[in-house]
């Protein structure tokens, strides 16, 4: 009997045909908007894993961890923060399955280039023991007050999302100076704004943005009399100021309940309500919050 001698060629064909096929996967498709925020930003971050049988998903950006939350079958949400000095900012994601198998995902994300502006910033008048050069004494408290304040934002990552409905704004009245405005004291521009501030006299009605637990009741150099509330999956929000607070720490409050009374403590050219918010220990536009929605990323309803 003959036997068969086959080209080379046919005989790696073969070869090739008998060889296992490695299996290949989809891998998770992940989002972000908006995908050029303004310093200060909240963002939302969508993905949708490659497979229904998830363990779970967790992610960061820059520097604060990312809380996924399911919204569907097959989408899981949350939010991030953009620096306000940062000129990029890259989304991580981990999905992990019950196999074992770990997909990483990335999207990088850049604020709008902005032209230079053309407006002169806000000209206030304050008291000369405002300007001047501060003592160490009086330096070391303003910057033990600020680490106090991040440390607040830090742990408002140990929980979950405590409210579930929208936020809403803690005084109907107008708003006086925006989210990243500049500012001029006597003359020098010293610093930027990193909160809103609405208009109110001595003793109108300050309310809750929303549902969450009070952190801290203090009096600080720069922001006077303050409340911050930690309402969880790394969301905190302040209100300076105040002539007096209604709430203690260690308060579960409501959305839109009274927490305080606007005032003109601290440095202030007169009484308003400064109303700020971090991502975990990042400075946010508060206002953002304002769009989030109610079913985008609190918590669960009960059905």
Known sequence: ??????????????????????????LPALSVTPLRPAPGGIVRVALEPAGDSVLTITGEMAGEALHFRRSTQSLWRAIGAMPVDATT???RAFTEYSSGRVDTSLVSI??????????????????????RPLDSATQAR?????????????????????????????????????????????????????????????????????????ALVDTFFLAGSVVYLDHGGGVVTGYFHLSRTLVSPGD????????????????????????????????????????????????????
């Not at 304040?149 to 009245?173: C, M, T, V, Y």
């Open 1 to 26: 009997m003959k036997r068969l001698h086959l080209p080379a060629f046919a005989a790696a064909f073969v070869a090739l045909s008998a060889a296992p096929l490695v299996a290949q996967h989809s």
């Open 89 to 91: 900012a890259t989304v």
């Open 110 to 131: 850049t604020p709008p280039v902005r032209a230079p502006s053309t407006s002169r910033p806000r000209r206030l008048a304050v008291s000369w023991r405002f300007t």
């Open 142 to 214: 303003i910057d033990r007050e600020n680490e106090l304040a991040r440390e607040i934002g830090r742990r408002a990552h140990d929980a979950p999302p405590l409210w579930s409905a929208s936020f809403l704004r803690p005084r109907p009245s107008a708003v006086t100076s925006r989210f990243g405005s500049g500012r001029m004291f006597n003359g020098t521009v010293s610093s930027r704004h990193l909160g809103v501030d609405f208009s109110g006299g001595v003793g109108a009605t300050v309310r809750a943005a929303n549902r969450g637990v009070v």
């Open 252 to 303: 579960t409050v409501e959305r839109g309940q009274q927490i305080g009374l606007v005032g003109a403590t601290g440095r202030v050219t007169g009484p308003h309500l400064h109303w700020s918010a971090r991502y975990g220990a990042l400075t946010v536009n508060p206002v953002d919050l304002l769009s989030l929605g109610a079913a985008y990323y609190g918590a669960q309803r009960e059905r």
